[in-house]
C-alpha cells in the first residue's frame, strides 16, 4: 500500500442514504487536502449527488466520480486506485464479500457499518490472517485468485457505525482510564442505552428481515454468542447471570438504574470481546473481563414487556411468511428519516466498569457517550472519522500490524476526533 494511489479515500455507495450522510461529513468536516473519490454503478447519479452536495464547501476541491460495478474486474481496479475505501453497500451478507475481497488483494484498508453478525465471522475465518501479516508475501488460496501480494499493515475493520462503534469505544476508554490510574485489569463493563430516539432507515429494516434468509438460526446464534469473534478463548471465571435474569431480561445496576434485553447487544458484546482478545490476548483489558449490554428502562413491568417483545419478536421473524410480508411494508432501501425528523433525533449510552481488585468495594469508573442528531449521520461521522485517523493517525491498529480489527483498535486518536465532530465522551474515576 503505497501513497502513490491516485486516492487516499474512496467511498463507494455514495448515493445511498448512509452514503451520501458519510459524504456530507467528507466535504464539511475532513482535510481539505485529502484525494478522494465517491464510486457506485452510475457515474450520472454520482455526479448529480456530489451537485447537491456542492452548496455545504463550494471552495472545496472536487472529489473524482469512479463507476464500478460489483464485479471482480471492477471492484479490484478500485481498490487498487485508493489506500482506503470506504462501503455503504449493504445488505452487506448479499452484495460485500467481493468488495472486502478485492481490498485484501490489493492491500487497500476498508470499513463498513454492517451489523451482520454471521457475515462478519466469515470475513474473520477469510480475510484476517491474510490482512493481518505485515509486509509479508502472502499466497491467497485457490478460491481467492492464488495470486502473491505485499500487504503493509492492512486493516479491515467492519460494524464501524451505530453498531458496534459506541460499546467498543466505551468499553475500551473504560479499560484504559482503570488500567492508567489503578494499574489493574478491569472486570466487568456493563453498558446501557440510556437514551435513543430514532427511526431506522429501509435498508436496515429489509437487511435483518433478510438475514434469516441467508443464515440458519445456528448460524445467528452462533455468530453472536459472546465470545465467538474473540481470536483466543474466553476467561473461565466468567460470572453467572442469575436465574430471575436470564428469565425475565432485568437487572438493577447502581448509576445505570433499571435495564432491560436490548435486541443489539449481541453483536455488540461479540465485538467488544474481540477486542479483548486482540490486545495482548486479553491481559491488558483482564483475564477475567465481561461485557454485558442492555437498554434502560423507567420500570420493572416495561423491561419485562421489552424482554419477551424481543424474545417473541425474533421467533416470529423465524417464520418465511412473516418475513415476506414484513419486507413488503417497510421502506424502500435508500431511504430513511427526514432532516427535520433526524435532526430531532438523540442516543446517549451510559457505562459502568469495576476494577478487577480484591475486597469486596471494588473501584468503578463511569463513561458516557452522547449524540444530538440522526442516527445515520452519526454513522456517516463514525466512517469518515475512522477513515482519516487510519490514513493519518497513530493507533493500536498500525501497532498490531493490521488483520480484520475493531473500533476500539483505532483508540484515543479516533475518540478526539469524534468529539471535534460533536460527539460528546466523558470519563470518570468514581469514588466509593
Partial sequence: MTAEREYELVLFGATGYTGKLCAEHIITHLPTDLRWAVAGRSASKLSAALEELKPLNPDRLQPGVEAAALTAEDLNGLARKTRLLINTVGPYHLYSTPV??????????????????????ELIKKYHDIAKVNGAIVSLPKALGGILFKLRNL?????????????????????????????????????SVHELHSVPSGGTLLTALGLLDHYSLKEVAKATSPWAMSPVPGPQSVRSTPLMSKLLGIRSVPDLGTLATSFTAGPNIAIVHRSWGLIDRGNYYGHNFEYKEYMRVRNTFIGVAL??????????????????????????????PSREA??????????????????SDPKRAFARMRWQGGMYYLTGVFLAEAAIVILRDETTAKRLGGGLLTPAMLGQPFINRLRKAGLKFETLL???
Avoid at 167 to 183: G, H, N, P, Q, T
Wanted: contains cysteine.
Fill in 100 to 121: 472486502v475481497e478485492a481490498c485484501a488483494k490489493n492491500g487497500t484498508h476498508y470499513l463498513d457499518v454492517t451489523g451482520e453478525s454471521p457475515w462478519v465471522m
Fill in 155 to 191: 486493516q479491515i475493520i467492519p460494524e464501524i457505525g451505530v453498531e458496534s462503534a459506541p460499546s467498543d469505544l466505551l468499553a475500551w476508554s473504560l479499560v484504559s482510564l482503570i488500567r492508567d490510574k489503578l494499574s489493574v485489569g478491569t472486570k466487568e463493563v456493563i453498558t
Fill in 307 to 336: 424482554h419477551f417483545a424481543i424474545a417473541f419478536g425474533f421467533i416470529a421473524l423465524t417464520v418465511p411468511p412473516v418475513r415476506w410480508l414484513l419486507k413488503k411494508l417497510v421502506t424502500a432501501p435508500g431511504q430513511g
Fill in 342 to 359: 433526524a435532526d430531532r433525533e438523540t442516543i446517549e449510552f451510559r457505562s459502568i466498569a469495576t476494577a478487577d481488585q480484591g475486597g
Fill in 430 to 432: 468514581m469514588s466509593h
